[in-house]
């Protein structure tokens, strides 16, 4: 069954006018990372993937990353629209976030503009903020998605959407 959309307002987007297969898209927002005190990533040079029923996933460019506190991890999964992922921890001293993020070595054709670039998990960094503003975490933990002020659901991952 599909779920009510919410109308969005002024300035809002809905995620059920996203499209599927997602899309790729540019964007100059300022984006940070943070966990265990450290800036992790921060720039404004970020790409959206939008997908209908998903708040958008920010891919962030290696070139402004904090390389140091990234280690590889063995978990790999398979996206339909984006291929093969690989998997990063974050690490900060004693501190660990396992699957922090994941990237793309060889995206599919569409998406080679990520190339390289990670997606965290907001649930499992300190913060992540776009303009400065902290987001929420899409709900369910498999998502990545980064829900702000300006998105409006409802968003899969949420109690009943696994057959969305």
Same mark, same amino acid.
């Given at each position: 069954?599909? =779920?009510?959309?919410?109308?969005?307002?002024?300035?809002?987007?809905?995620?059920?006018?996203?499209?599927? =297969?997602?899309?790729?898209?540019?964007?100059?927002?300022?984006? !940070?990372?943070? @966990?265990?005190?450290?800036?992790?990533?921060?720039?404004?040079?970020?790409?959206?993937?939008?997908?209908?029923?998903? =708040?958008?996933?920010?891919?962030?460019? /290696?070139?402004?990353?904090?390389? !140091?506190?990234?280690?590889?991890?063995?978990?790999?999964?398979?996206?339909?629209?984006?291929?093969?992922?690989?998997?990063?921890?974050?690490?900060?001293?004693?501190?660990?976030?396992?699957?922090?993020?994941?990237?793309?070595?060889?995206?599919?054709?569409?998406?080679?503009?990520?190339?390289?670039?990670?997606? @965290?998990? /907001?649930?499992?960094?300190?913060?992540?903020?776009?303009?400065?503003?902290?987001?929420?975490?899409?709900?369910?933990?498999?998502?990545?998605?980064?829900?702000?002020?300006?998105?409006?659901?409802?968003?899969?991952?949420?109690?009943?959407?696994? @057959?969305?």
């Amino acid at each position: 069954m599909r =779920p009510k959309r919410i109308k969005p307002g002024p300035g809002e987007e809905s995620v059920w006018d996203y499209p599927r =297969p997602p899309r790729l898209e540019g964007t100059e927002r300022h984006i !940070q990372v943070f @966990f265990s005190n450290v800036m992790i990533a921060d720039t404004r040079s970020a790409w959206r993937v939008l997908e209908t029923s998903h =708040p958008p996933v920010y891919y962030l460019p /290696p070139s402004d990353m904090a390389k !140091q506190y990234l280690v590889e991890n063995p978990r790999s999964s398979f996206c339909e629209w984006k291929g093969q992922a690989l998997y990063i921890d974050v690490r900060v001293g004693d501190r660990i976030a396992e699957y922090g993020g994941w990237y793309y070595p060889e995206p599919t054709a569409g998406f080679e503009a990520i190339k390289d670039h990670i997606a @965290f998990y /907001p649930g499992k960094m300190d913060r992540c903020t776009v303009d400065g503003v902290v987001v929420l975490p899409q709900p369910g933990g498999f998502y990545g998605g980064w829900i702000t002020s300006g998105v409006v659901g409802p968003f899969k991952g949420e109690p009943g959407t696994e @057959f969305w």
